[in-house]
């Protein structure tokens, strides 16, 4: 059974930092690309990362490009969002989500974790 | 970027009645990738439908998504009481992947 588990989420003044963690089961990690994406309390979904399975490609929303990293450890089986200079208009769960493919492009999320909730206030 | 417009925001109907949800791109979906999404209140999204038809696993087949080009549908034939949630399209054919705002599926 796919198990994705979220951590590190919590509540941040503007301006700080955070990273956030996904623990992977259930399926061979390093064959598939995974991503973050986000939700703001009561909202719509807003895609926000991806990373290809061997790192080689990561692709980020313009909300957020030059503010986060994502990132992956295939030997921990982990996913990973480095999240610095926290607005706002960030506040959301994060769902760490799983591609069907390798590839970090061109992709729906096939199975996703249940959140964690990153509010950023002061 | 495709801008995905739901509609309608919310539908109210009984248990048994027919949905029948849209989605419509601001351009065309390169190959109908296009993919739907079930929300229930405190849950992750569920996969439903990817190549804008293809039912992910274990959908139930009173289920169906359809469409091309701009116009995608997502239709559920006979209510069942589980099926009262958001529903999300997302194309995932141009970059950056975009959402729909949703449509709310409530009961009447």
């Known amino acids: 059974e796919v198990q994705l588990v979220e951590s590190g989420g919590g509540l941040v003044q503007p301006g700080r930092s955070l990273r956030l963690s996904c623990a992977a089961s259930?399926?061979?990690?390093?064959?598939?690309?995974m991503h973050w994406v986000r939700q703001a309390p009561g909202k719509g979904l807003e895609w926000v990362a991806g990373i290809s399975w061997n790192s080689d490609t990561v692709g980020y929303a313009d909300s957020v490009k030059g503010r986060v990293t994502v990132s992956r450890d295939n030997a921990k089986n982990s996913l990973h969002l480095q999240m610095n200079s926290l607005r706002t208009e960030d506040t959301a769960f994060y769902y760490c989500a799983k591609g069907p493919v390798p590839a970090a492009s061109r992709v729906y999320f096939d199975y996703w974790g249940q959140g964690t909730l990153v509010t950023v206030s002061s | 970027e495709i801008v995905l417009t739901q509609s309608p925001g919310t539908l109210s109907l009984s248990p048994g009645e027919r949905a029948t949800l849209s989605c419509r791109a601001s351009?065309?979906?390169?190959?109908?990738?296009l993919a739907w999404y079930q929300q229930k209140p405190g849950q992750a999204p569920r996969l439903l439908f990817y190549g804008a038809s293809t039912g992910a696993t274990g959908i139930p087949d009173r289920f169906r998504g359809s469409g091309s080009g701009t116009d995608f549908t997502l239709t559920i034939s006979r209510l069942e009481p589980e099926d009262f949630a958001v529903y999300y399209c997302q194309q995932y054919g141009n970059s950056p992947s975009t959402f729909g705002q949703g449509t709310k599926v409530e009961i009447k």
């Open positions: 259930g399926f061979t990690f390093d064959d598939y690309a």
């Open positions: 351009q065309s979906v390169s190959s109908s990738y």
